[in-house]
């Protein structure tokens, strides 16, 4: 099998040449003692304590990006997801369906790219599948990446238990995937260099965890953007959510080309940024703890949870306005992750 | 939304239409109390015992076929996936892949069928995620479900475990799957009925392991095939398998077709099906707890394993010869799961 090969049906077939590409291609990059085991399913020691579990299928276009490639994007997204409900994350399967014709060497980038996000976030794939589809019938390739990891005794975060007086906090800078994204795919001319924010945000996740006792709720906001998921925060708590514009930390590229192209990055896509909903009291300690982190350093205070207009979610603009943010209506980004 | 709409790709943003999709579709055919729980990942209560955990990706076609649908079959593939490794098959998770203008009613159906063989098969799904690409970029819907199930104490069985002198049992006909896909896409106008095998076979092989305490191996021949399943058993444990090939069950209408057009029902997948390979003396035992279930009724000794041959698969033909049984070679039927 060379890079210069290109998916067959055979691939997918589930006999010798799928045999080949899993001892050659997946195996060599995402290869593990769990994952070498060749049977129907991966046995997995006993896990102690309650495990958070997520799914998420990818099918970013472009499939290589500034920042990552749908690969390394495929590990960050669920490794976070598992995260946000304060686990350990700590094994990964992933299922590809790939188009005939795509090249080996595209598809072993991508699974090299997959198996360096998973040892860095301390995850390794134990099952696998892949399934060949004819040309036209998929677009390259899609990942569906699953995520166990296990919940330390006692924790409970979620996206039900904001408060009234509770700090709302981001991890850094929004929209930057999304533009990114956008700006690959559209060839834009971009002078200013712009890339993905995509990254594992389990080690910040546990440091906040550590530092704040009062933590409440973390989030990762992902397609729908930040606006997208405070409404979901507010709707399932029964807390208004009022934020300060002005405080909100956005990239001066990004917010550039949102201008030109009538985007609100408020809206955007981020693959390695988190809100954290903590205990009023406790905002500097987790604006702290998640500074020390390199993936917090533009961590921001943006606003508060309150009892009054339970439900919804808005700005105080720089200009002594009000703006309601309301969920994502429409589709301004397709196949952003 | 009703069901003549189709779905846009608002139906994927993460979203309004997102949010709709999974309160009015999703929720209603497959809720349950951890899925409802809305966060970024389930939390599941904590797991006495090993786990097994086992992805797929299916992306068969027709997506609606005699005996079942694609989600059926995603719900039974990784199920039976998860109970050859002798676990108890507890949880799924489920992630889709939709086309732009796919009618809104064949998702609900294929919807409301994963609901019924997770009922069926005692399963619940605690996750899912929804992505939607442009028309022409898949081809109607791919399903991706990973499944978790706990693996009693003491239980070890997998496919490097068969043995010299160990039986090998079918629990029933073969290539039933792989025939009525083909029969349903090449529009084969057959006049006797033929349907997918697709089923659960975790309440089968509950019984075999409570049956048989010399159980070494239990394999789902899918993809590739009886032939092909029993290769991987052989290469990874080191035995030569011998079978009889009049004893194979076969359905007539499967062997008519398949010699009609030129296939062999020993690499035709199957869906509802399971290999089991068990000490000797234990052979029988075998065989009555398949047929006391409804989904063994036409189980079958068919061979055995020796220390000849080592790694090789092989059958006595009904007219004295022998044929080398090698592992599938090139693609019969694709998109056949």
Not at 143 to 155: E, K, M, R
Not at 310 to 336: C, F, K, Q
Request: proline fraction near 5%; glycine fraction near 14%.
């Amino acid at each position: 099998m060379s890079r210069g090969e290109h998916i067959l049906l055979d691939h997918g077939a589930g006999g010798k040449a799928s045999a080949e590409l899993v001892a050659e291609l997946f195996a060599r990059h995402l290869g593990n003692e769990l994952l070498g085991q060749m049977d129907d399913a991966a046995v997995l020691p006993p896990l102690g304590g309650r495990l958070a579990v997520s799914t998420d299928s990818f099918v970013v276009d472009p499939i290589f990006f500034p920042g990552g490639d749908i690969g390394s994007l495929a590990v960050h997204g669920t490794v976070n997801d598992v995260a946000m409900r304060g686990a350990t994350p700590l094994y990964l399967t992933t299922g590809f369906v790939l188009e005939e014709g795509l090249p080996i060497g595209d598809l072993e980038r991508v699974v090299a790219s997959m198996g360096r996000a998973a040892r860095q976030a301390g995850v390794k794939v134990v099952a696998g599948d892949t399934k060949v589809v004819g040309r036209g019938q998929a677009d390259k390739l899609f990942i569906n990446t699953t995520g166990i990891g296990v919940i330390p005794d006692g924790l409970e975060l979620g996206a039900a238990r904001a408060r009234p007086g509770d700090a709302v906090l981001v991890s850094g800078t929004l929209g930057d995937h999304g533009v990114t994204i956008l700006a690959s795919r559209e060839g834009l001319g971009l002078t200013a260099p712009i890339a993905s924010d995509s990254a594992p945000l389990n080690h910040l996740a546990a440091g906040l965890i550590a530092a704040c006792p009062g933590l409440r709720t973390l989030r990762d906001p992902t397609r729908g953007g930040l606006a997208t998921a405070l409404n979901e925060i507010a709707a399932l708590s029964g807390v208004g959510i009022e934020l300060e514009e002005a405080a909100i930390p956005i990239d001066p590229v990004v917010a550039g080309v949102c201008e030109l192209l009538g985007l609100d990055p408020l809206y955007l896509a981020n693959e390695g940024k988190l809100i954290c909903i903590v205990e009023g009291s406790q905002a500097e300690a987790a604006l702290a703890a998640m500074r020390s982190d390199p993936l917090g350093r533009r961590a921001a205070l943006i606003g508060r949870c309150g009892g009054q207009r339970a439900g919804r979610v808005w700005s105080n603009t720089s200009v002594g306005g009000r703006r309601v943010l309301d969920m994502l209506s429409g589709e301004p980004l397709p196949r952003i992750c």
